[in-house]
């Protein structure tokens, strides 16, 4: 009976080692932020505008081509930024308006003093900032999360949006099989949310960012570097711990049905984090959507393969642009 005595004991023993282990790993891993001035200077640009939506909630984004021309707002995914549309403004702003911008706790854009990121909330951002400039009609289009965005924002405006463009888009309530980056799976590991806020090695956003594409030549140097820098920007890592725990899978599904706008679905083949079966998902409660699927791409085709995943695009752009806008009845 005595020998039972030391149960409590050695269990206090090896949470003391857990601790120094993790406190250990804190000191060894940490990652410091890096200043905004440093990392603005950086990633920013002469298009870049930083827009105060709301007390605390200023807001990165470019606006550019001419501002005659029909817009196109370009909502990225989780964790990236605008810049991951970078390759598709090349093409678009020589004749059309294109609007990108990072949604909160994303890019250049830090986080907000409701530490709400959720998709309800990044669709209401998308609302002031489409207000804050006057636009009354024009396309949308989201990669991955965005996905998620620009449909729900065009279920609650359908009057504003003229044709939605879903690249790998978010929405299924059960997408199947699917393979998390690493960094989506160790982000949602009860214990380790204080840890991931402070520790963010290198590697783990490149082994995130292979596991992301298929085209690997993407994954550079540079844009490890980007994807890794504007994570640390200050608050953004505790911010995108609130944004992982917070998440509620949702079943929206009956939303689709009011999205009678053209729709214009893109998808990688070999997309491992939203399998490729969700395209035709999409398809099969889109009233009026086509797909196109891309063969040996992933799931952030404007990267990957920007001018076979613009491709369908641009006949789309042509007609809705051309096309007169449609009064509602009095």
């Known amino acids: 009976m005595a ?15 857990v601790v120094a282990l993790l406190g250990g790993a804190l000191l060894v891993f940490q990652v410091p932020d890096i200043p905004v001035e440093t990392l603005r200077a950086k990633y920013g640009s002469p298009a870049s505008r930083y827009v105060e939506l709301a007390p605390g909630t200023v807001i990165h984004m470019r606006d550019e081509g001419p501002r005659e021309g029909f817009p196109v ?36 854009s830090g986080p907000v003093p409701s530490r709400d990121y959720s998709q309800a909330a990044y669709v209401g951002i998308t609302e002031k900032l489409v207000d804050r400039l006057g636009l ?6 989201g990669n991955s999360m965005g996905g998620g965005v620009a449909w729900h924002y065009a279920a609650a405006h359908p009057d504003k949006v ?25 982000a949602r590991i009860p214990g380790l949310r204080e840890l991931f ?21 993407i994954v550079t140097p540079q844009a490890v570097d980007r994807y890794w820098e504007l994570l640390r920007y200050p608050g953004n890592r505790s911010a995108t711990m609130d944004r992982f725990a917070g ?58 393969a920007p001018d076979r995943a613009l491709a369908p695009v641009l006949p789309l752009l042509a007609s809705v642009s051309a096309a007169p806008a449609q009064r509602s009845p009095n």
Not at 3 to 17: D, E, F, K, S, Y
């Open 73 to 108: 707002v370009l909502i990225h995914g989780s964790n990236a930024s605008l810049h991951t549309w970078e390759p598709w403004v090349a093409r678009l702003s020589p004749t059309y308006r294109v609007i990108s911008l990072d949604l909160p706790a994303h890019g250049l």
């Open 136 to 141: 009354t009609r024009f396309a949308i289009a």
């Open 3 to 17: 020998t039972g005595n030391h149960w409590p004991r050695r269990i206090g023993i090896t949470l003391a080692a």
């Open 162 to 186: 003229a044709a939605l463009i879903l690249v790998d888009s978010a929405g299924q309530p059960a997408p199947g099989k699917s393979s998390p980056p690493i960094g989506f799976r160790i």
């Open 247 to 304: 998440y509620k899978r949702q079943d929206d599904t009956a939303l689709l049905a009011k999205l009678t706008m053209p729709v214009q679905i893109i998808w990688g083949r070999e997309d491992k984090l939203i399998p490729v079966g969700s395209a035709q998902w999409f398809a099969s409660n889109l009233p009026n959507a086509r797909v196109t699927i891309l063969d040996s791409i992933g799931h952030i085709p404007m990267e990957e």
């Open 197 to 217: 806020a402070s520790v963010l090695p290198r590697r783990m956003i490149e082994q995130s960012l292979h596991q992301s594409v298929s085209v690997q030549g």
